[in-house]
């Protein structure tokens, strides 16, 4: 706790407009080295925004933002980042093994790690061309491009879009492995299985602003969200009067409500239904916190 | 693990900027030769046509083949500068493969000068196939002097075209650029008196050739073979200097608005 340890991003008060349309509105936010971070949202939220002025591709319209203590899209920032975009392609004509050669030479080294390529399982296609790889083995090589540098910020916009299982895992355990050599790991992402199984930490983003920020078990916490699934002769008028009850609904031949008092609401329903029968609980999934978090922000 | 060893030791060998812009240039390069439609009309192009106007039609007529190597020396610029510059760069701006540069430590005037060399290098093959034509097939002989005079001259000629190519392939997108280079392609080649004489055309046509950088590039192409400089060639080199500085000027400010 008594050691500081620099951010490797650093925005405060970064607001970006375009038009009428606050794409950023005031977001301060340092991500650290050493673990991963997740930019979790829906479409329009800011994330990729974000990541552009974090890489120099945009800049802000109020606010200061660092990235590795310089400015953004900087030859020092450049040099230390690596970088996956959502929208990327690389030249078809050359191979994997060249593109990794031509890519590390940019961060100095005169030829790739041997072992980047077997760590994405790359090394059966080193001699391919990139235009006959496949949309996953495509991804996995801008994947190895982003790592080639050995970078202290790993910025991905996007990772596992287009993913195939086998890539998603190799590139997942990369990630990993890069955030524990000490490496700040920034990803953007709307898939919460990801974010979940990824990141030590999840930022969630809406319209432009920071609504939650903490571990995935934090926030899911936050709101403390149970669901309960049963088959009741209840109206569902009737179960969202009930104490603890958040919401109702029904689902085919059964009923699920929202609570954040499980206890509670099951007393009420067992009190007004004895017939109550086929009874599950479980705790909300972190997709459930999350839109109940989004439902309370846009209410 | 032999190998093993070899690679990590040239690890800790640090790139130099130098070997960074050579790589790069040398895949753009490897890239140009492993498309098919932009190396084989690049290559092909010049000396097929010159073949056919220069050596078959001029019938054996030494001095028509030592004229017609003056405008197809241009014309062996034209084409990869212009098609390398304005339809490839549009099109990497639109595939993503620019955006992915842009962030990487790749300084990005190594961009640019991967793709001149690429063009000048095409350029120059294509121009010692058309030296080697001419002096074998056509009889041109000519003086070592002027041999060399000439490549500097048509090699010259790819900085102009390259940075009209940078202006198209950073204005628009790639389906409009490949057009617009087609149609800046087929204008500054035919108007600008490169394909056949100018003579043949009608006098109000001739009077735009003035207007083009290949016009005035062909005129010192031409004083140089015929080993004639009259002040008109000092105009025509000033010309070329003046589409050098105004081509650069708009591709330096599109450049800058694309990259904001």
């Known amino acids: 706790m008594t050691t500081k340890i620099r951010p490797a991003i650093e925005a405060r008060g970064i607001t970006r407009r375009f038009g009428a349309v606050a794409a950023l509105n005031g977001v301060d936010l340092a991500i650290e080295p050493g673990r991963v971070t997740a930019l979790l949202g829906p479409n329009g939220a800011g994330k990729t925004t974000f990541v552009n002025l974090v ?31 959502q929208a990327a392609a690389l030249v078809p004509q050359l191979t994997v093994d060249e593109h990794l050669r031509l890519y590390a030479g940019y961060y100095g080294a005169a030829t790739p790690d041997p072992k980047l390529l077997a760590r994405l399982g790359l090394n059966p296609l ?21 790592l080639c540098g050995n970078p202290a910020l790993l910025v991905l916009d996007e990772p596992t879009v287009a993913l195939d299982a086998e890539s998603r895992r190799l ?73 603890g009850v958040l919401s109702a609904n029904r689902e085919t031949d059964a009923v699920v409500l929202r609570t954040n008092d499980a206890e509670t609401a099951l007393r009420g329903l067992l009190a007004l239904d004895p017939t109550l029968s086929d009874l599950e609980v479980a705790r909300a999934s972190l997709e459930d916190a999350l839109d109940s978090l989004l439902q309370r922000e846009a209410a | 693990m032999n190998a093993m060893t070899t690679t990590i030791a040239s690890d800790s060998y640090p790139m130099t900027a130098l070997q960074v812009y050579f790589r790069e240039a040398r895949a753009e390069l490897v890239r140009a030769w492993r498309t098919p439609a932009f190396a084989l009309p690049t290559l092909l192009m010049p000396l097929a046509f010159y073949c056919l106007f220069g050596l078959l039609f001029a019938g054996s007529n030494a001095d028509t083949a030592r004229d017609l190597l003056a405008g197809y020396g241009i014309l062996a610029a034209l084409g990869p500068s212009l098609f390398g510059f304005g339809a490839g760069i549009a099109a990497d701006r639109d595939n993503g493969i620019l955006a992915l540069k842009r962030v990487s430590p790749l300084p990005p005037g190594a961009f640019l000068a991967a793709r001149l060399a690429c ?46 190519g940078l202006c198209i392939g ?90 904001r």
């Open chain 1, 55 to 85: 890489l120099g591709r945009d800049r802000p319209d109020a606010g200061t933002l660092t990235t590795l203590g310089a400015n953004p899209g900087s030859a020092t920032a450049r040099r230390g980042s690596g970088v996956m975009l």
């Open chain 1, 126 to 146: 080193a001699q391919r061309r990139y235009g006959t790889l496949s949309g996953g083995q495509q991804r996995r090589v801008q994947f190895a491009l982003a």
């Open chain 1, 171 to 243: 590139n997942w355990a990369a990630i990993k492995e890069q955030a524990a050599a000490g490496a700040a790991v920034l990803l953007t992402t709307h898939l919460l299985e990801e974010a979940e199984t990824l990141a030590d930490r999840v930022v969630l983003m809406s319209a432009g602003r920071i609504i939650a920020d903490g571990t995935p078990h934090a926030i899911r916490a936050r709101v403390a969200e149970q669901r309960i699934r049963c088959r009741s002769r209840l109206t569902i008028a009737e179960i969202q009067q009930l104490p």
């Open chain 2, 119 to 164: 063009a000048l290098v095409f350029t120059l093959i294509v121009l010692l196939c058309l030296y080697a034509l001419a002096a074998g097939a056509g009889g041109v002989t000519l003086p070592a002097a002027t041999w060399l005079t000439l490549l500097a001259i048509q090699l010259t000629s790819v900085l102009p075209f390259c940075l009209l």
């Open chain 2, 170 to 259: 950073l204005s628009t997108g790639s389906s409009a650029a490949m057009a617009l280079t087609n149609i800046a392609f087929a204008s500054l080649a035919v108007l600008g008196g490169l394909w056949m004489p100018l003579s043949l055309f009608p006098t109000w046509l001739q009077d735009v050739a003035i207007g083009l950088p290949t016009y005035h590039l062909d005129c010192l192409a031409l004083a140089a073979v015929r080993g004639h400089a009259t002040t008109g060639t000092l105009v025509h080199a000033l010309a070329t200097a003046g589409f050098i500085a105004a081509f650069g000027g708009f591709a330096w400010r599109a450049w800058a608005a694309a990259t």
